[in-house]
């Protein structure tokens, strides 16, 4: 089992910066973690991934070169860096984490495993 706790939402005015954070807790193997958000009505998308293992990030091309996911593993923490923020960013953000060993699509909500209640985040233009 794990454990994810999300921190840091709030409201903000385009252009402007927030910093979310994920704490985990409870099984320490988590071979990817991710961001993804979901704005009411709307599917959730996945925002970003790191390979915990690797340090290896992808991004989905509406937040590349303006967000930045890290991890620090000996803190169990999840960071999401968002700058230039625009009010199509508004939405719940959650933190996820994948405990399998192999596979799996980049994207896919059914393919993590372990969700935080989320944090919203709201941008007004």
């Known amino acids: 089992q794990v454990q994810l706790v999300e921190s840091g939402g709030g409201s903000v005015q385009a252009g402007q910066s927030l910093n979310l954070s994920c704490a985990a807790s409870?099984?320490?193997?988590?071979?990817?973690m991710a961001w993804f958000r979901q704005a009411p009505g709307k599917e959730r998308e996945g925002v970003a991934v790191i390979v915990t293992r690797s340090g290896t990030t992808y991004y989905a091309d509406s937040v590349k070169g303006r967000f930045t996911c890290a991890h620090d593993n000996a803190k169990n923490l999840l960071f999401l860096q968002m700058t230039n923020l625009k009010p199509d960013d508004s939405a719940m953000y959650y933190c996820a984490a994948d405990v399998s060993l192999s596979g799996g699509s980049l994207w896919q909500p059914e393919d993590y495993h372990f969700w935080g209640q989320g944090t919203q985040v709201t941008v007004s233009s």
């Open positions: 409870g099984s320490t193997y988590r071979r990817r």
